[in-house]
């Protein structure tokens, strides 16, 4: 007798709908607009290169803080999808012998997504009042089963480690509406989406997308402030990623910016995909900066960083500061050999770009900061990672923490059924 895959006769009745729901996100290399503000140093009317040396430092990135998240739809509620996202972040130190050790908060969060109130609008307005109130009801269902460990996303604000280690439950469920922008005051926060909208499907999985992306950002704060409440402040992390100033508000209530720049002072994003781009109306310069050598840099000052304009757009306009300026490193962390061109590269595989704190505005002290990173940045470039797609431009202990946030992550299948094991 023959089995069959009974995943195979669900797919014959229920509708795949992934090609209208999942558009493409845009971010991908070098496709953001250059920032016209960015300052090449010494001298921004050329490009200078250096070669970064990590015998002249005996100073090395000692942690290391890698997020992850994993989406799916659990569902549709009135025709419109439930996404429910599964969120993980992991911090490694490295001893005196080199070996990696997992610490940090060792919370995970869990995230319901689904434009509750814009839907409830909608059909209050132009429908069957009745879902409004099937809508309602799921909500209340999720704070009664999970009352203990839930909470509504704004309610991160403020010192999100505390409030976090309050809950006693490895997982936090919380609950994000995205018909509103961002993680603001219940009372004054902006409608983004129009109740007319809400059965613009691809719009709704790029706000679920980019509120998993943001909730993704605020774990790693908390992460790192425990890191550095516990290990103090002069040891240098290395974090996968942007860095984004609006992570302030994660800290606490009052003096977010000092906050801000204690525990980020020696932290330093290291973004192996650059999307803005950079010489993009000199060519001749754009040459220069593909043909650098492994373990050469050059180092600029701009206002303008590589995080996706999805997740930009989720924070309040007024509280961007959009004149923070940024010190970054462009490095050819490795370089790949058979892609010579008559012995010299020229290509944009294996450069980087490490973002970093500007704490002193003197030239000299931003020349000196990004000379340091880039050589406790080339210290990484070995061992290789396993992962030979990104051999090129990952560190392998930002490999490690990657794949221990991934291990704390739900399974795909178990999220895409999550709501009838919450209800028995």
Not at 79 to 98: H, K, M, N, Q
Not at 256 to 280: D, L, P, S
């Amino acid at each position: 007798m023959m089995v069959t895959n009974p995943f195979q006769k669900i797919k014959s009745f229920v509708p795949d709908l992934h090609y209208i729901e999942e558009e493409p996100i845009e971010g991908n290399e070098y496709t953001y607009d250059s920032d016209p503000d960015e300052r090449f140093l010494p001298d921004s009317t050329t490009i200078t290169f250096e070669k970064a040396n990590p015998d002249e430092t005996n100073e090395r990135f000692t942690a290391f803080l890698d997020g992850t998240h994993r989406l799916a739809r659990m569902g549709y509620l009135a025709g419109i999808p439930v996404y429910i996202a599964s969120i993980a972040g992991a911090l490694l130190i490295r001893d005196e012998f080199g070996r990696l050790h997992d610490t940090g908060l060792l919370k995970n969060l869990v995230a319901i997504i689904y434009p509750f109130e814009s839907v409830k609008d909608y059909y209050t307005e132009y429908g069957d009042k009745k879902v409004a109130d099937d809508i309602e009801e799921f909500l209340n269902i999720l704070k009664d089963i999970k009352s203990d460990c839930i909470l509504s996303d704004y309610e991160l604000r403020g010192d999100v480690t505390e409030k976090l280690t309050k809950i006693d439950s490895p997982t936090v469920y919380i609950i994000a509406d995205i018909s509103y922008r961002g993680l603001i005051n219940k009372d004054i926060r902006e409608r983004q989406i129009d109740p007319k909208d809400v059965y613009s499907l691809g719009s709704i999985y790029r706000k679920a997308r980019a509120r998993a992306r943001v909730l993704m950002s605020i774990l790693e704060a908390a992460y790192l402030k425990r890191y550095r409440d516990e290990y103090g402040f002069d040891n240098w992390v290395l974090v996968d990623g942007t860095l984004n100033y609006t992570l302030k508000f994660f800290f606490k209530p009052t003096r977010q910016h000092e906050a801000f720049q204690n525990y980020f002072k020696k932290t330093v994003g290291f973004v192996k995909t650059i999307r803005r781009k950079v010489f993009e109306n000199d060519p001749n310069k754009l040459l220069q900066f593909f043909s650098m050598e492994e373990g050469q840099y050059t180092i600029s000052v701009a206002y303008k960083t590589d995080t996706e304009e999805e997740l930009i757009s989720e924070f309040d306009p007024e509280k961007r500061d959009v004149s923070m300026k940024w010190g970054f490193v462009y490095l050819r962390f490795r370089l790949p050999r058979h892609l010579l061109s008559q012995g010299k590269p020229l290509t944009n595989k294996g450069i980087v770009k490490l973002q970093f704190v500007i704490d002193n505005d003197d030239l000299d002290a931003i020349i000196s900061k990004g000379r340091l990173i880039a050589n406790m940045a080339c210290f990484e470039r070995y061992p290789l990672p396993s992962d030979r797609k990104r051999v090129w431009n990952e560190p392998l202990a930002i490999e490690e923490a990657e794949k221990v946030a991934k291990s704390r992550v739900h399974d795909y299948r178990a999220l895409e059924s999550a709501g009838v094991h919450m209800i028995l």
